[in-house]
């Protein structure tokens, strides 16, 4: 089974072709564990909900590994937490940095700014969305993962995702 962790800045359509990904494949997914955690929060979320996410956000991962077969497609994955981190506390956890080099993705799909921003109570920065895309593909640089950019807008999203993921597995 091949990991597929989908990641990139908020707002460039993660959680739908997540899911969309894993019908076309007939497989599973891994919802994103930080959207139902802080819309449960009677509170602001803190430094320290970021590691309990990102904790959660690996446990969610392996339990359903045990339901998927040729692909995972993953919501999300370690290095959105750094950033979140980094940008909102100037501080990551160690644990999270470690993890992001032991818990490494066949494949990441790096998700475009290129359609529209579209309002979310738990989004925070629509004016950023090509700062972090950046940030996100120099992270993957850094680390050396295998990645690839997906853009077009929902049905050609989809089409282009499908079609860097049929090509990057028949190497």
Known sequence: M?????????????SNLARELALHY???????????YIDNLDRAYNQEDILLIAQNQLISEEKMTQRAN???FCDTELIV???????KYNF????????????????????DVD????????????HMR???FNWYKKELEQYDFPYRIVSGNKEKRLKNAIKITDQFFQK
């Open 70 to 72: 040729t692909y995972l």
């Open 115 to 126: 359609l529209p921003w579209e309002y979310d109570k738990q989004r925070e920065h629509p």
């Open 130 to 132: 090509e700062f972090f």
């Open 26 to 36: 007939n497989t599973e997914f891994v919802a994103e564990f930080a959207r139902q």
């Open 81 to 87: 937490t750094k950033i979140w981190s980094l940008h």
């Open 2 to 14: 091949k990991r597929v962790a989908i990641t990139g800045p908020e707002s460039t359509g993660k």
């Open 92 to 111: 990551c956890h160690p644990w999270i940095l470690e993890q992001i080099e032991k818990h490494v993705y066949d494949l990441y799909l790096l998700c």
